[in-house]
């Protein structure tokens, strides 16, 4: 378990933990945290999704370790560092979030968007797939993660991000 880097996640990986029944031991093996746009979307859509695939708003709240608010001023600034690139209003904010910190963290999200965005900045070693998360807390899912959350495809899908950004790094 780290106790000291914490794990940043967008919407996806949320949703993908709660409907394999996988957000316990993620969140039991980290402190994870992301920003209140990505709580917000969790709840998105949820008149529609059968019972089992509600996140219960308040429960997620709780196991978090921090969901942190982020402003239209540090949304803007980092929006302004890298024009061009469409992210959600939740990876936005988890990058904005992600890019004041001066702490060990890593963010888990399978957006190309999102890992493009990381790379440009920057941070291409704190990109982490759902799947390496897993394995470094010794956590085996009882089935198999879905292709954009293993490592393989995180590693594939970083490498071919850098080798079409390479004249803007």
């Not at 695939?53 to 540090?74: F, K, N, P, T, Y």
Request: charged fraction near 25%; charge should be neutral; proline fraction near 2%.
């Amino acid at each position: 378990m780290s106790d000291k880097v914490s794990c940043l996640l967008d919407t996806n990986v949320i949703l993908e933990c709660y409907q394999t029944g996988l957000w316990r031991a993620l969140a039991g093996g980290y402190q994870v945290d992301t920003v209140e746009d990505c709580v917000t979307e969790t709840q998105t859509g949820f008149q529609l999704r059968q019972p089992e695939r509600q996140i219960d708003e308040l429960a997620l709240r709780v196991s978090l370790a921090a969901v942190h608010v982020v402003g239209d001023q540090e949304s803007a600034k980092l929006t302004v560092r890298i024009p061009g690139i469409a992210l959600d209003r939740g990876e936005a904010s988890l990058w904005a979030h992600a890019f004041h910190r001066d702490d060990a963290w890593l963010l888990c999200g399978p957006d190309k968007a999102s890992l493009r965005f990381g790379i440009l900045l920057g941070f291409r070693k704190r990109l982490v797939s759902l799947e390496r998360l897993f394995d470094d807390i010794g956590y085996r899912p009882a089935s198999k993660l879905r292709a954009a959350y293993t490592r393989n495809w995180h590693k594939r899908t970083v490498g071919q991000l850098i080798l079409t950004e390479g004249g803007r790094l």
